[in-house]
């Protein structure tokens, strides 16, 4: 049997978008996530939803519904001041929400709604070195899951007191004369940016303990290229950059 | 070579023909391309509230099928998939596997739009360096580094599995090429799509030949598809002009059917398209020697 070219070309497109319209039919064809966690497969947990596969995209609101947990609890617990905004807050909100602390290498983001929410369920999870719990969610999860002592002792090692979240994300955000506060050292930071917000070349130098490669090249990629992690710079960095604030 | 050299030669029932090269490949690879090129566009437009009527929204990871592949571990493990993939990768996965078994990487070939953007900077090249180009590397030099894929995919494929991120993203060059103006895509990636289009000029496909992950797992099925690009020896007049057609430097006119990893399945090297000899190098499933 041989085929020619315009074969190949028919059956490829066949099989794509026969593939999509079908499994599209069947229900199974999703390019977004539907909101809803998927469940642990086997184990003591089989059936239960996973707190892993809560995304950035999750609201609270979906939250709540898939755990079974009070929106206010999540609302107090992540320090939303608002109530009404709950239901519809983000996830993914609370990374740039507090940005700053994430810059100290304590990071409150969706990796802490997973956190917070298996604690809650008494579900297992894996949990990353720099994910921290805001204080009130450690109060909340202390009056309403059953902990036991070394959990405690973790959640309660790797917390954050929101109002001082609360006030650095809040000067950063509305107070122009500190505006430098916007100096956070990110993914995309080079080694340019320290220098032109007036970190010296030399300062650098000897934090990486090594001759600047190219100063369009991002901090991130430095690490990754030296075998490091990337917070093992980013904090010393970021104290530099601060003093020069000062 | 003339046709009456051809008729009185051992091999009388070659007939050599004007080719009329198909159009089928380039019109698919350039619908693929404007296909992925407004579906990025769309994510700008949706955000705008002007999205594209009867257009996908979906995000270019959730129709790339190496999102799949990378989230097998995770699925099997834990029954997730990696974050920013949803389930229409794995299905693309799958549909791309079952072409696999057919044809060989027809993905790359005929579909991918970087595999198609840097055909498209080649030409540039091509005119520059004439029949130097894409003969630049030396071959002992060459068929070591085709292997690097291998390295990449591997490491892709453990660092997705230790984080559960799509850690390729940083230096994915596809994904920077279609998002250029967003600020997801890292400098890494903007650095390395950079050096593609450089190469380019001077090598067909250098993403595909030496570093593409996904190239390097689709590379595997032509050990074992069923349609396989093969060559009837008692017919090739050992023109070599299909060796010279292929993108990727197989040597097709060595054996009777080509097994290479690296085999995109463009079919440029076919009587279709440039062999002169009618019947010499066909897709077919007939079984003979490999290359």
Not at chain 1, 98 to 121: D, I, M, P, Q, W
Not at chain 1, 206 to 218: E, L, M, R, V
Request: proline share 4%.
């Amino acid at each position: 049997m041989k085929l020619k070219s315009i074969h190949v070309a028919v059956i490829t497109l066949v099989f794509i978008f026969g593939g999509i319209a079908l499994t599209s039919l069947l229900g199974m064809w999703k390019t977004t996530n539907d909101k809803i966690p998927a469940k642990y497969k086997d184990g003591e947990f089989a059936g239960q939803y996973n707190p892993a596969d809560i995304r950035g995209s999750y609201t609270f609101n979906d939250i709540s519904n898939a755990f079974e947990i009070p929106i206010e609890d999540l609302g107090k617990a992540f320090g939303v001041e608002d109530p009404a905004k709950y239901a519809s807050f983000q996830c993914k909100e609370l990374e740039s929400m507090y940005a700053l602390l994430a810059a100290e290498g304590k990071e409150v983001g969706t990796g802490s709604v997973r956190y917070f929410v298996a604690l809650y369920k008494g579900l297992p999870i894996e949990v990353e070195e720099d994910t921290y719990l805001p204080k009130t969610a450690v109060e909340i999860l202390k009056a309403k899951a059953k902990l036991t002592e070394e959990q405690i002792k973790s959640i309660e090692k790797y917390s954050v007191a929101l109002p001082e979240v609360s006030a650095a994300f809040s000067v950063s955000a509305s107070s122009p004369e500190n505006a430098t506060a916007d100096r956070i050292i990110k993914g995309s930071t080079t080694f340019k940016d320290l220098m032109d917000w007036g970190v010296k070349k030399e300062a650098i130098e000897k934090i990486i303990n090594d001759k600047i490669p190219d100063p369009g090249k991002t901090i991130k990629d430095y690490s990754s290229a030296k075998g490091l992690e990337f917070s093992t710079l980013k904090e010393p960095l970021q104290k530099l950059v601060d003093t020069v604030k000062k | 070579m003339p046709q009456e050299m051809l008729n009185k030669s051992s091999t009388p029932t070659a007939r050599t023909r004007k080719k009329t090269r198909p159009w089928y490949r380039t019109a698919v690879q350039s619908f693929f391309f404007i296909l992925v090129a407004l579906i990025s566009l769309n994510q700008i437009l949706k955000e705008a509230g002007l999205a594209i009527p009867f257009l996908s929204e979906a995000s270019l990871h959730a129709i790339c099928p190496f999102g799949g592949v990378v989230s097998i571990y995770k699925f099997a493990t834990v029954g997730t998939f990696v974050q920013k993939i949803h389930e229409s990768s794995f299905i693309l996965m799958f549909i791309a596997f079952m072409l696999a078994v057919l044809f060989g990487p027809v993905i790359c070939g005929w579909v991918c739009p970087f595999g198609t953007f840097q055909e498209w900077v080649g030409k540039l090249g091509k005119k520059i360096f004439k029949k130097k180009y894409n003969q630049l590397i030396p071959n002992n030099f060459d068929k070591y580094l085709r292997f690097i894929r291998y390295i990449i995919l591997l490491l892709v494929i453990y660092k997705t599995a230790a984080t559960a991120k799509l850690m390729f993203q940083d230096v994915d060059p596809y994904y920077a090429l279609f998002n250029f103006w967003s600020d997801e895509v890292s400098v890494t990636a903007l650095i390395v799509l950079g050096v593609t289009i450089l190469l380019s000029l001077f090598v067909e496909r250098p993403w595909c030949k030496y570093a593409c992950p996904y190239g390097a797992v689709l590379g595997i099925f032509n050990l074992f598809r069923v349609f396989k690009i093969r060559r009837n020896s008692s017919t090739c007049i050992n023109c070599k002009a299909c060796d010279r057609a292929c993108p990727m430097n197989i040597s097709v006119s060595t054996g009777a059917a080509v097994l290479n990893h690296q085999c995109i399945s463009c079919m440029k090297c076919t009587s279709e398209n440039t062999c002169p000899v009618e019947g010499t190098v066909e897709l077919s499933i007939r079984e003979g020697k490999n290359v």
